[in-house]
């Protein structure tokens, strides 16, 4: 069990806010080793994050043990509080991996 872990990425994402208004999502990675080609989608739609931001940034190449990377959150009253969030990466364990995360603001 200890070699598959230490195989394994482990991606996640949570909203961070920055002063009164401003919020990011932090994707990270808190595995014991480098997620490759992570890629992001919203199974119910995305109403808050930056398109050309994301269009920029994903899909990521390397994401190393303990690195993150944040992206712009255009929230407002009328964004949704949960958002689905799934995850795609690659790594020493498997060519693909999914998880879905659900950050809250």
Known sequence: AESISDRKADIGATFV???????????????????????????DGNDCLVESEL????????????????L???VHMGTKRKHAIKLLWADGFSQSNEKIVYPTL
């Open 17 to 43: 806010k920055l002063g009164s208004n401003n919020y990011r999502l932090k994707i990270w990675n808190k595995g014991k080793t480098a997620a490759q080609n992570v890629s992001i989608e919203f199974p």
């Open 55 to 70: 269009a920029e940034k994903f899909p990521l190449e390397v994401l190393d043990t303990h690195q993150s990377v944040e």
């Open 72 to 74: 712009i959150a255009a």
